[in-house]
């Protein structure tokens, strides 16, 4: 029940009601308002039913026009009926939100904290009883990372740390459904005890354009005290050296043998990596985990022999194609003969000519501009 405008005549109300799972279905999203009528897949008032997470949004403001044009008045207060439809048996999670500017919300307390940066928090008593902080990480270059949480002081009860995820690929939560309420909704839940701590070893690679949502929760009756940070994880694999876009290096392999190479894609556009191979025989693997790209995990790659050339080109299109992410290449040499590879990766980017001495003008045709030229 909404009841806001009951409460306060003519306050305006904003309600997010969100669902997502744990990757094992897609639900959907059905609301009924007013009347107390369960709604269905032929009769709802608002629905959401994309792949992935839904969510709808509640909302009365002086611009709304729902309630007008319904004949509702939200002063007599708003019966919010939702309905979640799945279409085999999977595990979901439903949860409300509203602005943390209007009520209290776990985004009121949410912190954002950067790779290397370490953290000590003292606690109260009182500080210590029922208490829950969310801290936010985005992993801008999708490395493998460390959260690492040590649980200094504090009583005999554990102390909870849990995340979740929300990301361009992750598709089963939004940014609603993604902050970790409980352990009903967590990607994973580990209990430490005082004195002790935990290390979370995360594959970057599993989420792209990924935020993550770490929360600590300490319900202890006296003072307490906790570390917690967040490191890049050491690369095991083996050194790569990294290539930068536009720039030719030449690299030389031993027979039989491979060298490593890395590079991040900074803009937009269609890239190209071409290796010349003027002596040996040589095989290049790309892909986006440097453990297993030369193991059958690669996405790209091609062979030749010498006084030949290989070119792998990828679009923007490509649903392997991601910004701000490290992409691994393994240059191997197949034979006995040493090669030796002029190697240049390239990116298409866009640009448009405008000459010298000359005025250009734009005319946009459309009546929220009244035919403006500009």
């Not at 990480?137 to 490395?143: A, G, I, M």
């Not at 050339?309 to 290449?329: Q, S």
Request: glycine share 8%.
């Amino acid at each position: 029940m909404i009841n806001d405008a009951a409460v306060t005549s003519g306050v305006d109300f904003q309600y997010q009601v969100s669902v997502g799972s744990d990757g094992t279905g897609d639900p959907d999203l059905y609301v009924s308002l007013m009347d107390g009528r369960f709604p269905t897949e032929e009769d709802f008032d608002l629905v959401s039913n994309k792949v992935g997470a839904d969510s709808v949004r509640i909302e009365r403001y002086s611009n709304s026009t729902m309630w007008k044009r319904r004949g509702w008045d939200p002063a007599a207060g708003v019966l919010v009926v939702v309905g979640v439809r799945v279409d085999r048996p999977m595990n979901y999670t439903i949860v409300l939100t509203v602005p943390p500017t209007s009520a209290k919300s776990p985004l009121l307390t949410m912190k954002k904290i950067k790779v290397g940066q370490q953290l000590q928090v003292d606690l109260t008593a009182a500080e210590s009883e029922n208490y829950s902080q969310i801290y936010q990480f985005y992993n801008w270059y999708h490395r493998n990372f460390d959260i690492t949480f040590a649980f200094l002081e504090g009583s005999e009860k554990n102390a909870t740390i849990m995340y979740q995820r929300a990301g361009e690929e992750y598709v089963h939560n939004n940014i609603y459904t993604g902050v970790p309420l409980s352990a009903n909704n967590s990607h994973a839940v580990y209990n430490v005890s005082q004195g002790k701590f935990k290390v979370l070893t995360i594959n970057g690679s599993n989420c792209y354009s990924c935020w993550y949502f770490i929360r600590i929760n300490i319900n202890a009756t006296k003072e307490s005290r906790y570390e917690f940070s967040i490191a890049e994880s050491m690369d095991s694999s083996g050194q790569f050296l990294t290539m930068e876009p536009g720039k030719t290096t030449q690299v030389d392999v031993r027979g039989n043998f491979l060298q490593r190479r890395k590079f991040i894609l900074d803009s937009m556009d269609n890239w190209l990596l071409s290796a010349v191979v003027a002596t040996g025989d040589v095989e290049i693997y790309i892909g986006l985990h440097p453990g297993t790209v030369d193991k059958g995990g690669h996405i790209w790659s091609g062979s030749t022999s010498g006084g030949r050339d290989i070119k792998i080109a990828v679009k923007t299109t490509d649903r392997n194609f991601h910004l701000a992410t490290y992409y691994y290449v393994h240059i191997k040499s197949t034979s006995s003969t040493n090669a030796v590879i002029r190697l240049r990766l390239i990116q298409e980017r866009s640009t448009n000519f405008v000459g010298n001495n000359h005025d250009f003008t734009y005319t946009l045709k459309h009546p929220v501009f009244n035919d403006w030229t500009m």
